[in-house]
């Protein structure tokens, strides 16, 4: 009786926390605080731009940027809110049902990011080796078309994980060593048999990642390629810089992902997981709008633009 309530009963579980010293859990909230306030800003400042400017929104590749920058703002707060709570709070305990929810919105929103950059690369594509269907082939209906693909897969993808994880149980071990909710921490301290969602994850799951990368390797095979034909060296670096901050995305994403998810077990530690884990979940979405804002013109127009009118109504 008392191994089938253990089983069955799912107490609050513990989270990882980055310091046990009050003055250092000071400081990392005051850092935390500051990085997810300059994320939310600079994510949503081009949500705003682009939805406000209707050149910018009928442009596929701000259009497919917006959602980004929408998708990476849900990202972020998934998980730093708490990150925060237990930073200042005496207890780091999470609920078993808002670890799930947790686990559910930060795989379905960290897919929709890959999906969402296989699009945008898949774009660039089209913009180079074809640009004269580029206005048939990317028209507005195909980007709402494979914007929403990328939410409703990605959603999709997750609740098939979530579904399998609650149906785990928890024998003693109640402590997660790691700063939220994710896949595989979360295997490692059920006693359940957990090898069909391992199998799971290490074929569909890899699939899933490995299939936009794939696709953009390949479409940024064929830019060069074309780029590279192009005679003038101004064309060629007017190519270039159109591709440029979706290429360092792109490395940045992929980078964090394959080290957090693509390492040996026997290779992985809690402070280097918990170092990673930071960079993709917070660090990543946090520089997305930099990189795509510092040097593009179009951006900075509509943000004068925004300016003035805002001035202009602040006048009135």
């Known amino acids: 009786k008392m191994v089938w309530m253990n089983q069955t009963h799912h107490p609050d579980f513990v989270l990882l926390t980055l310091s046990s010293q009050f003055e250092q859990q000071g400081l990392f909230f005051l850092i935390f605080l500051l990085v997810y306030m300059l994320c939310l800003v600079g994510n949503l400042l081009i949500v705003v731009l682009v939805h406000f400017d209707d050149h910018l929104l009928h442009t596929p590749m701000y259009f497919f940027l917006s959602h980004l920058s929408l998708v990476d703002s849900f990202f972020v707060s998934t998980t730093v809110p708490k990150i925060l709570s237990n930073l200042i709070s005496q207890t780091k305990t999470i609920s078993y049902r808002g670890c799930l929810t947790q686990m559910y919105f930060y795989v379905a929103f960290g897919n929709t990011d890959n999906v969402l950059l296989a699009c945008m690369a898949y774009d660039r594509y089209v913009a180079i080796c074809h640009p004269l269907h580029y206005t048939t082939v990317m028209s507005h209906k195909v980007c709402v078309f494979l914007v929403s693909g990328s939410w409703i897969f990605s959603s999709l993808h997750s609740l098939l994980y979530t579904l399998l994880i609650s149906r785990l149980s928890f024998c003693n071990s109640s402590e997660i060593p790691f700063l939220f909710c994710d896949i595989y921490p979360f295997l490692d301290i059920s006693c359940s048999d957990?090898?069909?969602?391992?199998?799971?994850?290490?074929?569909?799951?890899?699939?899933d990642i490995l299939g936009p990368f794939a696709l953009i390797v390949i479409s940024y095979a064929c830019i060069f390629h074309?780029?590279?034909?192009?005679?003038?060296?101004?064309?060629?670096?007017?190519?270039?810089?159109?591709?440029?901050?979706?290429?360092?995305?792109?490395?940045?994403?992929?980078?964090?992902?394959?080290?957090?998810?693509?390492?040996?077990?026997?290779?992985?530690s809690a402070q280097k997981g918990t170092f990673i884990s930071l960079l993709y979940a917070v660090l990543t979405p946090t520089l997305n709008p930099f990189i795509y804002s510092l040097r593009n013109n179009d951006i900075k127009v509509s943000m004068a633009r925004l300016l003035v009118k805002s001035r202009a109504v602040l006048r009135k």
């Open 194 to 207: 957990t090898r069909l969602i391992k199998i799971l994850a290490l074929t569909e799951g890899m699939v």
């Open 226 to 268: 074309t780029i590279m034909k192009v005679p003038m060296a101004g064309g060629q670096r007017k190519a270039f810089s159109t591709c440029g901050p979706h290429l360092a995305v792109v490395v940045l994403f992929y980078g964090t992902i394959s080290c957090l998810y693509f390492q040996p077990t026997s290779a992985y």
